[in-house]
T-cell receptor, first 112, second 114 residues
């Protein structure tokens, strides 16, 4: 079945370390997105990519980086510059704005 | 600019009662509107969407929503709540022209009381 796979589901990081969250899709979608979810704040856009080798900053890009070398993959790196990285991270993709998003199951990152 | 307002961050209903989750939006161009559901520690799943055509749209799990342009609303309803409906619900809007940015509401947690 087609879908989006995020890994790992739970991730623990020590302060000062970079960590990379994986997002892979086999839906043949052009557009991919990373969101951060915090209680009571809804979803906030970190980065998005509409085609391979191109990506744009979202509303809260500081302390994060991404790459889009393949259509299927859109990894997110949480750098040590991100001051409050503990959150639930969601990856999504879409083929067309009319069809909405398909989401992965999320990665819960905890800084220890 | 576009925005979404979900009235009520927490809603409680009795099992078998009507579910009504409110969503109002603002958009400078004709909108596309969505409702998503999220169960604990999972991603979001699309419940239903409005793009064009019929203003009453039906989705999965017995939910439906009506697009009312004059009221800029897209409220989500279900005639009879089930225990399995307990989850968080997000309304979202995107525009039909220009860049495909999606704006999400802050979510409404639905509690179903036995």
């Amino acid at each position: 079945d087609g879908g989006i796979t995020q890994s790992p589901k739970y991730l623990f990081r020590k302060e000062g370390q970079n960590v990379t969250l994986s997002c892979e899709q086999n839906l043949n979608h052009d557009a991919m997105y990373w969101y951060r979810q915090d209680p009571g704040q809804g979803l906030r856009l970190i980065y998005y990519s509409q085609i391979v080798n191109d990506f744009q900053k979202g509303d809260i890009a500081e302390g994060y980086s991404v790459s889009r070398e393949k259509k299927e993959s859109f990894p997110l790196t949480v750098t040590s510059a991100q001051k409050n990285p503990t959150a639930f991270y969601l990856c999504a993709s879409s083929i067309n704005r009319q069809y909405g998003y398909t989401f992965g199951s999320g990665t819960r990152l905890t800084v220890v | 600019a576009q925005s979404v307002t979900q009235l009520g961050s927490h809603v409680s209903v009795s099992e078998g009662a009507l579910v009504l989750l409110r969503c109002n939006y603002s958009s400078s161009v004709p909108p596309y509107l969505f409702w998503y559901v999220q169960y604990p520690n999972q991603g979001l799943q699309l419940l239903l969407k409005y793009t064009t055509g019929a203003t009453l749209v039906k989705g999965i799990n017995g939910f439906e929503a009506e697009f009312k342009k004059s009221e800029t609303s897209f409220h989500l309803t279900k005639p009879s709540a089930h225990m399995s409906d307990a989850a968080e619900y997000f309304c979202a809007v995107t525009n039909s022209g220009g860049y495909q940015k999606v704006t999400f509401g802050i979510g409404t947690k639905l509690q179903v009381i036995p």
